[in-house]
Nanobody, 120 residues
Framework: QVQLVESGGGLVQPGGSLRLSCAAS????????MGWYRQAPGKQRELVAT???????NYADSVKGRFTISRDNAKKTVYLQMNSLKPEDTAVYYC??????????????WGQGTQVTVSS
C-alpha cells in the first residue's frame, strides 16, 4: 500500500510564500513523475507543476516564475515552493505521483490535499 502525505498549507497574505511537502511511503519500487495539482471552489482540478525522476520540470503558465517544484528521491518527497502568492492561488493543493510498487504495478496515487488560502 502506498500513501502520499502532504503538509505545509495554510493562510498567507498576498505576496507571501509557502512551501508544500509531499512524502510517499509504502511498498514503493520507484517513483516516476511527481506533481502538484490544485482545485479551487467551483472549479476543476488543474495541473500546477510536475517533475520527473531525472529532474525535468513542467509548470502551468499561471505559476511560472513564482512556483518552484523540486524533489528528493532518497526521501521520496516532492516540494512546491510558492512565492509571490496571489488570491487566485487559493485552492486545495494535491500531490500526485506515478509509482511502481514492489509487485511491479505502475499506477497513479493522490494525497489527501492541503488547503492554501491567500488573503489579507
Amino acid at each position: 500500500q502506498v500513501q502520499l502525505v502532504e503538509s505545509g498549507g495554510g493562510l498567507v497574505q498576498p505576496g507571501g510564500s509557502l512551501r508544500l511537502s509531499c512524502a510517499a511511503s509504502g511498498s514503493i519500487l520507484s517513483s516516476n513523475v511527481m506533481g502538484w495539482y490544485r482545485q479551487a471552489p467551483g472549479k476543476q482540478r488543474e495541473l500546477v507543476a510536475t517533475i520527473t525522476s531525472g529532474g525535468s520540470t513542467n509548470y502551468a503558465d499561471s505559476v511560472k516564475g513564482r512556483f518552484t517544484i523540486s524533489r528528493d528521491n532518497a526521501k521520496k518527497t516532492v516540494y512546491l515552493q510558492m512565492n509571490s502568492l496571489k488570491p487566485e492561488d487559493t485552492a486545495v493543493y494535491y500531490c500526485q505521483s506515478l509509482i511502481k510498487t514492489v509487485d511491479w504495478v505502475l499506477r497513479g496515487y493522490w494525497g489527501q490535499g492541503t488547503q492554501v488560502t491567500v488573503s489579507s
